[in-house]
């Protein structure tokens, strides 16, 4: 039995805590840069993500020897929950980028475990890093063009 | 070799939303009901319910076909992470309660299938049960004494 349903239904946790922390004013008045992505293109990106990493751990979970690479993706699907809440509810651009930098080693630790276990697990990762290092620059640039801007 | 250490971070994380996402004034605000136990006291609480679980997850991490059991340890984790955020981020007293409802089925679910893992994994898991529990409660009758608090 393929345990898929359950690795999304887990994702779903970081996809509600998006929705309950949504931009709002304060994030469309900050100095973003020329190539900040559109807020409707989020969710369509974070929906692959979640498909492709809960179809890797199912793969993964399918193996022996398992739990440190699957609980390594335990860490990151929590870390990553943290990430809205502290952005755009607590609007601390700084711990943001420390958390997303965070989050972005314990993806790579996950992917590494992953290669370990099974190689097609491990490339369905790949875009989430590849994910991480944009989201890491773009929250990083707007922390550089809003240096005064205040926790709420 | 154990993965307590390795649960036992994963725990960090709901820990970090915690410090990050404190009571404040608008909860000294709130009108409490008498057994709501002193501030100082959760972290402990806290504290001693994450080793404990991670103590739990570590055991079933040692046990064959254990992936349904730490998937539901993972999902129970990710939701408990959410909880502070809501609750003392976004001031959503409602939206709290329906996440505590939630986090206890999920706690359940994870104490079930440890059952059938490892039965001292699942009595480690029971004293977080009881807690889900006074705090569901707790959270609902906060909510019956403040129905004019209003969302952040």
New interface residues.
């Given amino acids: 039995m393929t345990?898929f349903p359950?690795?999304l239904?887990?994702c779903a946790?970081?996809a509600?805590?998006g929705m309950?922390?949504r931009p709002g004013a304060w994030y469309r008045g900050l100095d973003k840069p020329g190539w900040t992505p559109p807020d409707k293109l989020f969710p369509v990106i974070w929906a692959v993500l979640y498909v492709l990493m809960s179809l890797a751990a199912a793969r993964v979970?399918g193996q022996p020897d398992?739990?440190?690479a699957?609980?390594?993706?335990?860490?990151q699907?929590?870390?990553s929950?943290?990430w809205s809440?502290?952005f755009f509810?607590?609007h601390?651009i700084r711990?943001g980028a420390v958390i997303i930098a965070v989050l972005w080693a314990a993806v790579l630790a996950t992917t590494l475990a992953f290669l370990r276990q099974d190689m097609l697990a491990a490339l369905m990762m790949t875009p989430y890093l590849a994910w991480g290092t944009f989201a890491l620059a773009l929250n990083i640039s707007v922390l550089r063009r809003n240096p005064e801007a205040m926790p709420a």
Same sequence: chains 1, 2.
Avoid: K, S
């Fill in positions: 345990l359950l690795y239904a887990i946790v970081p509600a805590a309950l922390f979970a398992n739990d440190l699957l609980g390594l993706w335990a860490l699907i929590t870390i929950t943290l809440a502290v509810g607590l601390r711990t």
